[in-house]
């Protein structure tokens, strides 16, 4: 069930254009996303956020709106959003399901794209994020994986695999359904309007992007993607310290769902609906 890492491209597209320019090559018109809003939750990552919207300004789609949340930044991490020209909302609660859900709730685009602030994406993340939604418009969310963009240059694309597949492996079997990847996401507005209600936004020790599918996911379709670029931080791995307060989120994450979405409880309400399954490609 995981998803293959994918490397960030690192060659820069000569002009960009907005989604409403761009004729779309394999996707029907009707049904390609015409508005994009980029949501990024910051807490001190002054140079990582400078970094990730510079890719995000090089991009061969434009995004319509990028939102930066500052968390309570004590750095310059607010100064560097507002220089780049991204909308800067703050956010007094701490945590990054409070910080994301605030991204959210003041996107207006069609579709919502999630990434971190020390996220490298692809030149052509958005534009390859349009393409899959126009081409499954029975998708309300898509993921990706990603590769290291630091770290021992020998063994990133082994670890990531071992990161990201334990997470999407485990995630899915708790879920009944691919997970979201919040270094690499979209989900259409009306996804979140859905789900706004009911997500932990208030809690700081359990991951959003889990969190937030076991919201919509038994109504709303999510599709893995292995198409979509994306380099992000070595940051997980660099302790052990680390990399188990990752792992305890995650757990705590799943037992704050239980006794409703127990295992067993779960996949039994997704099979007794007759759910369509699910694609581990959306292109």
Known sequence: MGAPPQAAPDH?????????ERTPALADVNTRPRTVSVVIPVKD????????????????????????????????????????????????????????????????????????ADCIPGPEWIERMLDAFAQHPDADAITGGAEFADGPRAARRVLAWLYLGGYFAVAATALGHPPLFGSNFGMRREVWTDAEHGVHRDRSDIHDDLDLAFHIGERH???????????????????????????????????????????????????????????????
């Not at 820069?12 to 409403?20: E, L």
């Not at 295992?263 to 694609?279: E, Q, Y």
């Open 12 to 20: 820069v597209a000569p002009r960009a254009r907005s989604p409403r």
């Open 45 to 116: 990552d002054a140079p990582e956020l400078a970094r990730c919207l510079g890719a995000l300004r090089n991009q061969t789609v434009l995004p319509d709106q990028i939102i930066v949340v500052d968390n309570g930044s004590s750095d310059s991490s607010a100064l560097v959003a507002g220089a780049a020209g991204a909308e800067v909302i703050p956010c007094a609660t701490p945590g990054i399901p409070a910080a994301s859900a605030r991204g959210y709730d003041c996107a207006t685009g069609d579709v919502i794209l999630r990434l971190d």
């Open 221 to 283: 379709r999510i599709r893995i993607s292995r198409d979509l670029p994306m380099a992000v931080s070595f940051r997980p791995m660099r302790s052990l310290s680390s990399f188990r307060q990752r792992v305890a989120w995650g757990f705590r994450t799943v037992f704050l769902h239980w006794p409703d979405d127990f295992p067993p409880k779960r996949w039994w309400r997704l099979w007794s609906s007759r759910r369509p399954g699910v694609s581990l490609s959306a292109r």
